[in-house]
C-alpha cells in the first residue's frame, strides 16, 4: 500500500466507494463475503475508522 501515505485520504475515499458499490450489488452469501474481504484489505491498510464507520 505505497499510496497510502502519500493519498491516504484519496485512498480511503475509493476504498469506501468500492465497498458501498459492491455491497449494494450483493444478493448471495458469497457476494457478501466478497465486501467483508475488501473491508479487511482497508483495514489492513491502516483504514480501521473508515472501516468501523462502514460497518455501522
Not at 458469497?30 to 466478497?34: S, T, V
Given at each position: 500500500m505505497h499510496l497510502v501515505?502519500?493519498?491516504?485520504?484519496?485512498?480511503?475515499?475509493?476504498?469506501?466507494?468500492h465497498i458501498m458499490e459492491e455491497a449494494t450489488r450483493a444478493t448471495n452469501r458469497?457476494?457478501?463475503?466478497?465486501v467483508c474481504q475488501?473491508?479487511?484489505?482497508?483495514?489492513?491498510?491502516?483504514?480501521s475508522a473508515h472501516a468501523e464507520k462502514l460497518i455501522q
Open positions: 501515505g502519500e493519498h491516504e485520504e484519496e485512498v480511503f475515499g475509493l476504498f469506501v466507494q458469497k457476494e457478501y463475503q466478497k475488501i473491508i479487511r484489505q482497508l483495514i489492513e491498510a491502516n483504514g
